[in-house]
């Protein structure tokens, strides 16, 4: 087995410190700082190994754990495009599940990085209790899973039947497309037993949480789909 460096935190801190970008280039991808991020992320063991687990067994409820990373809410996806070595940081260092969430976000928006950072990035947010991360984890496994993604491996059985746990545990935790996909898995069999009744719980469920947002939109499309035809 090929051995991988663990990241070192203390070393991400000092690439950031050096690089600050000015609040009117907040939205644009510091591209050479994301390259060496990228470098950091492929030695780093822990990120890598989540590529390997099911979305759902790497899921912890605790969410953010403290430490000394405050202001949260300050790691929108531009500041973590213009600070991705920042971002990261807080990431590896457990202490923050939205870093991890709004780097994989900004990551994605560039079709110059690789599919599999977002993913491992992702994997980390659900692994510290993002149940968004397990979402969109979920989702590019049932969707557009790569060749090359780790979880290729496995079972076709196997691999609807972790999308499925996956959905649920995210929709258990409130989180909308996690209730919206659950929904799909169940109303096409996909990983469990076709049930219209759970199916249509779960749909529920990601309006009930938020009318207004797309998931709940997406779900009322079903919905009507799964409406009995009038004669």
Wanted: proline residues 3%; neutral net charge; hydrophobic residues 40%.
């Amino acid at each position: 087995m090929t051995a991988f460096l663990k990241i070192s935190t203390l070393a991400l801190a000092s690439l950031f410190s050096a690089s600050a970008l000015s609040a009117e280039q907040a939205t644009k991808m510091n591209e050479h700082e994301a390259r060496t991020v990228i470098a950091a992320m492929d030695r780093d063991q822990s990120l890598l190994a989540s590529l390997q687990r099911c979305p759902a067994d790497l899921f912890r409820k605790e969410a953010e754990l403290g430490g000394s990373f405050p202001a949260h809410k300050t790691a929108t996806k531009e500041r973590c495009a213009a600070h991705p070595a920042e971002c990261l940081s807080a990431c590896v260092a457990g202490r923050s599940a939205t870093h991890c969430f709004n780097l994989a976000l900004a990551f994605e928006q560039d079709e110059a990085i690789a599919a599999r950072y977002k993913e491992m990035l992702f994997a980390k947010a659900c692994a510290l209790g993002d149940a968004s991360g397990c979402t969109n984890r979920g989702a590019y496994l049932r969707n557009t899973m790569e060749d090359s993604d780790p979880l290729r491996r496995v079972s076709e059985e196997e691999l609807k039947a972790c999308q499925h746990r996956t959905f649920k545990a995210a929709c258990r935790n409130n989180d909308n497309w996690g209730c919206a996909m659950l929904g799909q898995s169940y109303r096409y069999g996909e990983g469990t037993p076709t049930s219209q009744a759970s199916a249509r719980r779960a749909y529920r469920k990601a309006c009930k949480l938020d009318p207004n947002f797309a998931a709940c939109e997406s779900a009322r499309e079903d919905l009507e789909e799964m409406k009995p035809a009038r004669h």
